[in-house]
């Protein structure tokens, strides 16, 4: 209850603030994709400046706010205020994930206190709200750590149906950060 109430607070928030209030936690790095972002919409392929072309982004982040970019139809306030949702529902899913994998192993208590640790060192504000990857990596970590929770993904005897849902698990974690396969 109390997640839902902080996401609707949030997308009303980032639909009715000032642009100037949306941009403070904004990464310089994030215009980067946007950019490329625009400019793949816009048909001139995955290009910053319009004339040479790029490799310098992650795929599935970028994937994410390509149709963004599309509704936002050249507009740069409302991509801004598009992905910034996105990122919110990301970072929503993200904390349902992590209550989950806690109360799983302990006491809704002990989930409360892990919040609310997650909230003091992972600086949601910067993390999860940088226009970034970010909330991508956190929350496909989390997902990863959860349906090894369910429905165990590691052990002998595996079915091939089983080793494949982790190597797609795996595939999606490094197409969000390409990095990720280190």
């Not at 529902?89 to 989950?100: D, K, P, Y």
Request: proline share 4%.
């Amino acid at each position: 209850m109390v997640l839902a109430f902080c996401f609707i607070g949030c997308i009303g928030f980032i639909f009715v603030a000032p642009p100037q209030w949306l941009t403070y936690f904004i990464s310089d790095d994030a215009y980067y994709y946007f950019l490329v972002a625009k400019n793949i919409i816009a048909g001139l392929g995955p290009t910053f400046d319009g004339y040479s072309l790029t490799n310098g982004f992650h795929p599935l982040w970028m994937l994410s706010i390509l149709p963004l970019y599309h509704l936002a139809d050249g507009n740069i306030e409302f991509g801004l205020r598009l992905v910034l949702a996105l990122q919110v529902m990301i970072a929503s899913l993200s904390l349902w994930l992590l209550w989950s994998i806690v109360t799983h192993w302990a006491r809704a208590r002990t989930a409360v206190f892990a919040l609310v640790i997650f909230f003091i060192l992972a600086s949601p504000l910067i993390l999860l709200f940088n226009g970034l990857e970010s909330v991508l990596l956190i929350c496909v970590s989390l997902l990863l750590i959860r349906v090894d929770q369910l429905y165990p993904l590691l052990r002998d005897g595996d079915t091939p149906r089983k080793r494949l849902v982790l190597g797609a698990l795996f595939a999606l974690f490094v197409l969000v950060r390409l990095d990720g396969v280190f």
